[in-house]
């Protein structure tokens, strides 16, 4: 019999048998599991709940079904004592090959069946915001190819083995390479499993899909590369391993297919585009400031000679690509009369493509110097001239930082959104910034997205003839933060400065059922009582952007603030449980224009002085005001304290000489924590001691209200630490944090 026979025979065969209806229907069942059970991408998103968690946990749970029935269909006929008599009458090649691709053609049945069991419910589920894209991505990115996987690595272990508990046990063992938080730092060995995964219902998921499609390419070429090596394995003529394996390398062309496909996944490994190839900087010393930690990562490299006048950019991200394109222009003055050493720090996903300085084209260096914070310095040298115009083009694609949590996505170009910030929307140039910088971009988008930007006038410029339009912004500063997708734009009624909320249109019913524009207004208007209003007018507006929930968090820049879309969920938003998490994380960053954009804090001798401090204890009093004293101290005060406490306690702070002992990655991961806990809850519990010592409530607004409206005294505009504690009358000492405080 030829192979297409046999291989007709051998899966008619398996779909007459019962043991597999049963293995298909049980498959069929596993996505139940992540809708009350298993929640793989979290509940941030109905779109999780109903999409992404049943599928991520139908293949995780189905290639366990798989991998068990491959193994108990490829040891049937020795189980049976038949083997002999079947490698009688077919090769034991073809019969390996054979049975792995029958049980491969019902991986595919499988997911077929599944995929369109849940198709109703889903639809019904997310209504408006259903996409067949998003639905069929799930299923031939996720759940077809994890149970071709586990087939294929189930059938490579039992050649390897020729015993079925041993390949069971390889094929779990292998699967935790695919779980648990310790591979975190690369998206690569998601093979099986993508938790932690911030899944979008509003905004489109292709970022994911295209890490998830890369990493399965790889591993489709090992684990194809590994099966081929296994059927050099499979025993013949009732001999031993190695003796076998010698008699099948006759068969060349098999080593060659093997080695060729498990270097192709190698290298795909080695140069994948999506994350930082750099680990991130080295932290081995930690200095104490203040009274807390801080890590200096990197070295100053701003040239005071050179004053950056004014930006222009021409930005076209590439929403098929999922790349950017930019061209920027810097008009600078050098004011030292002599040729200049300059430093740009541009995303390390880019690529600087031509540097010229009035018209001539000057040579640079990539250092290729990449640091946690995802950034990468370039080098050159300015001429002596005074006037100069600097022109940079570039191109890249947005990456994932090292060690930060693989599928936070903050930058991310796709055909239905784009986020884009700092480095990603233009190199910045290591200049002294003058006074009175302007920033202007003309950026190219799709004919269907709406832009949202930081500045003072942004806008459609012109229409081009291929359906695209060109959107201009304009700015004081370097640079500006940018969104785009289909958004609909709401003005915030009964705020005394106009204040506009952007969001998606799938969402724009939902909103207006739950009246979230009350949400912020009330937290425009608690900021404005207490501190003063913010110089807001229709020609510069306040702008509260959702954004995908790819970005877990939020933020603000200039007349932006914004969070993720799971802020924004019915569930979030009515949960009483939810404290500073879910309402109070869209007030946080609305708080920011007040703590962190009008009046910014920081202090180069104090790292735990920052924005956060005085945003956080503002989130604590004003929803103190709204929801009661013990609220206030179950969801604030008690988990400032605990987390300061759990800080303080931390061995290695204790025991610093061991501090040596930990890897690179570990004390990242130390110093985050460090860092997370200072500024989220050191900070606070010192303003709260504050507000105790100058006597209540009352005079602490006072005090906060004349510091936001007339500034620092010592390093105008910003307010340090000193700044706060001499508007207060205390000292150091007197809001340093004893352990009875800690615990009490």
């Known amino acids: 019999m030829n192979f297409l026979s046999c291989l007709k025979t051998d899966l ?82 073809k019969e390996a090959t054979v049975k792995t691709v029958s049980l491969l053609l019902l991986a595919v049945i499988s997911s077929a069946i599944t995929s369109l069991l849940y198709l109703p419910y889903t639809m019904f589920c997310l209504k408006e915001s259903f996409s067949f894209y998003e639905y069929i991505s799930m299923a031939g990115i996720f759940l077809l190819p994890t149970l071709l996987f586990a087939v294929l690595t189930a059938s490579s272990l039992y050649f390897i083995f020729d015993r079925a508990d041993l390949s069971f046990l390889g094929f779990t063992a292998f699967t935790l390479l695919g779980l648990g938080d310790w591979n975190r730092d690369s998206y690569l060995f998601y093979w099986i499993d993508f938790s932690g995964l911030g899944f979008s219902g509003d905004f489109g998921n292709r970022s994911i899909y295209r890490m998830a499609f890369y990493s399965r390419i790889i591993w489709l070429c090992l684990l194809a590369g590994l099966w081929l090596f296994s059927v050099l394995c499979i025993r013949r003529y009732e001999s031993g391993l190695l003796r076998s394996f010698a008699q099948n ?29 750099e680990k991130g900087a080295e932290l081995s010393t930690v200095e104490s400031t203040g ?77 290729k110097n990449d640091y946690f914070i995802l950034t990468k310095d370039i080098s050159f040298t300015l001429p002596e001239q005074r006037e100069q115009t600097l022109i940079v083009t570039y191109r890249g694609r947005t990456q994932i930082p090292a060690n930060a949590g693989v ?14 910030s700092g480095n990603h929307v233009l190199p910045d140039l290591q200049t002294t910034v003058a006074q009175d910088c302007r920033f202007t971009a003309k950026v190219t988008l799709p004919q269907q997205m709406q832009l949202i930007a930081n500045g003072n006038d942004y806008g459609v410029f012109s229409e081009n003839e291929d359906g695209t339009k060109i959107w201009q912004i304009k700015g004081e500063g370097i640079r500006s933060v940018i969104f785009a997708g289909d958004y609909v734009r709401t003005k915030i009624e009964g705020t005394d400065f106009p204040a506009y909320f952007c969001y998606s249109r799938l969402h724009e019913r939902q909103f207006e059922e739950l009246d979230i524009t009350a949400l912020l207004r009330d937290t425009v208007n608690y900021c404005s009582k207490t501190y003063g209003s913010l110089p807001y007018s229709e020609d510069f507006t306040l702008n509260i952007v959702m954004t995908s929930a790819h970005m877990q968090g939020g933020g603000a820049s200039g007349n932006l603030s914004y969070m993720g879309e799971s802020f924004f969920t019915a569930e979030n938003l009515s949960d009483p449980n939810k404290g500073g998490s879910a309402q109070e994380v869209i007030a946080h960053e609305i708080i920011h224009q007040w703590w962190g954009i009008h009046r910014f804090l920081t202090d180069p001798e104090n790292s735990d002085w920052s924005s956060e401090a005085l945003t956080c204890y503002t989130s604590y009093r004003m929803y103190k005001e709204k929801k009661g004293e013990e609220y206030a101290q179950k969801y604030y005060v008690e988990i400032w304290k605990e987390k300061y406490r759990n800080m303080k306690e931390n061995f290695y702070l204790r025991n610093p000489q061991y501090l040596q002992h930990l890897s690179e990655s570990q004390q990242t991961q130390l110093e985050e924590r460090i860092f997370d806990a200072n500024i989220y809850a050191k900070a606070p519990l010192q303003i709260l001691k504050a507000e105790k010592l100058v006597g209540g409530e009352e005079k602490m607004d006072e005090i906060l209200r004349g510091l936001f409206q007339n500034g620092g005294t010592q390093m105008p505009p910003y307010l340090i630490w000193q700044d706060f504690l001499d508007a207060c009358g205390l000292t150091q000492e007197q809001l340093s944090l004893e352990e009875g405080e800690q615990n009490e």
């Not at 009350?36 to 946990?57: H, Y």
């Not at 390398?249 to 190698?266: A, D, E, F």
């Not at 200049?340 to 010229?356: R, S, T, V």
């Not at 599928?407 to 884009?420: A, N, R």
Request: hydrophobic residues 45%; negative net charge; charged residues 15%.
């Open 12 to 93: 008619l065969r398996l779909l007459r048998s019962k043991t597999t209806w049963c293995i298909l229907m049980l498959t069929a069942a596993c996505p139940l599991i992540g809708y009350r059970f298993f929640f793989p991408a979290g509940e941030g998103t109905t779109a999780a709940k109903v999409l992404a968690n049943p599928f991520l946990s139908g293949a995780l749970f189905g290639s366990f079904l798989f991998a068990a029935f491959s193994v108990y269909e490829l040891n049937r006929p020795a189980k049976n004592g038949v083997r002999a008599i079947c490698r009688a009458v077919i090769s034991e090649k």
């Open 249 to 277: 390398l006759k068969t060349v062309s098999l080593p060659i297919l093997s080695v060729s496909l498990l270097l192709s996944g190698s290298v795909l490994w080695v140069n994948q585009p999506y994350m930082d190839h």
């Open 291 to 367: 009274g807390g930690m801080s890590v200096y990562m990197q070295e100053e490299t701003q040239n005071e000679q050179i004053v950056l006048s004014s930006t222009e950019l021409e930005l076209f991200p590439e929403a098929d690509s999922g790349t950017v394109f930019g061209k920027a222009t810097y008009f600078l003055e050098n004011v030292s009369g002599i040729k200049q050493n300059c430093m740009m720090k541009i995303a390390p996903g880019y690529q600087a493509e031509q540097i010229l300085v009035n018209g001539e084209e000057i040579p640079f260096t990539d250092l």
């Open 407 to 420: 599928l936070s996505l903050y930058d991310e170009v796709t055909q239905e959104y784009i986020s884009l």
